[in-house]
């Protein structure tokens, strides 16, 4: 079976700081692993994924998490977050199953509150 | 296509009720999940059907929960004698396989929140 830890449940930071979401990951076999971002009154969005390759993924917006095997990490990080930026924002993994998606399996989530 | 469409948003019910939430997926997508959030937990997988089939259910879909997809297009999930701890958002996804989809990434509506009193 598989599990996520998001380690944060509020993150608040202010404008124009870096900010890092922690998710932690466990699974006996191997995983596709996303980023989900809820902005306020708002459905879930894809904000990155990684299947497979370039263990470093990127967002339009700004933000990217590296996935490390040996850790079982896939860490959302951002240089420089923008007021726009709050939200909430879910780690979730799947089976690979070799092309396409099975049911995603969550964590708790992380809200982001960014200041001015 | 204006993505995943959930009806009612909101719902308020005695317990003991039947209801019954509708999900109209992105047209064309093959897959259809259901999800049930709760307050302060992420998202958790009840079911999906890949076209009319259901293929899987979660061991949180008691048998007073049942989902349909008749048509391989839209969804309907129903409650049956409702109780308090049914309380929730409930989430529909959808993805697609053909040419021109990323079958990775889930369109999800923006849920309907069931309150049982």
């Known amino acids: 079976a598989q599990s996520v830890t998001q380690l944060d449940s509020q993150v608040p930071v202010f404008e124009e700081a870096p900010v890092e979401l922690r998710c932690n990951y466990s699974?006996?076999?191997?995983?596709?692993l996303f980023w989900y971002v809820q902005y306020p009154n708002q459905g879930l969005q894809l904000l990155l994924k990684?299947?497979?390759?370039?263990?470093l993924v990127e967002s339009i917006n700004g933000f990217e998490a590296e996935f490390n095997k040996s850790q079982t990490s896939f860490h959302l990080r951002k240089p420089s977050v923008h007021i726009s930026d709050t939200a909430e924002y879910f780690c979730?993994?799947?089976?690979?199953?070799?092309?396409?998606?099975?049911?995603?399996?969550f964590g708790k989530g992380t809200k982001l509150s960014v200041k001015p | 296509d204006t993505g995943v469409s959930q009806n009612p948003r909101h719902k308020i019910t005695k317990r003991g009720q039947n209801v019954t939430f509708r999900c109209d997926p992105i047209?064309?997508?093959?897959?259809l999940y259901w999800y049930r959030q709760t307050l302060g937990q992420g998202p958790e997988f009840l079911t999906y059907?890949?076209?009319?089939?259901?293929?899987?259910k979660s061991r949180l879909l008691s048998d007073r929960f049942s989902a349909e997809r008749p048509k391989g297009s839209f969804s309907t999930l129903e409650i049956q004698r409702t109780e308090q701890g049914d309380s929730a958002m409930y989430l529909c996804?959808?993805?697609?396989?053909?040419?021109?989809?990323?079958?990775?990434?889930?369109?999800f509506g923006q849920g309907t929140r069931l309150t049982v009193v």
């Open positions: 979730a993994v799947t089976m690979n199953y070799g092309g396409s998606q099975g049911n995603l399996i």
């Open positions: 990684y299947l497979s390759g370039s263990t």
């Open positions: 059907f890949q076209n009319e089939a259901q293929l899987e």
């Open positions: 996804a959808s993805t697609g396989a053909h040419i021109g989809t990323d079958p990775n990434e889930a369109f």
């Open positions: 699974s006996s076999v191997s995983v596709y």
């Open positions: 047209s064309e997508h093959n897959r």
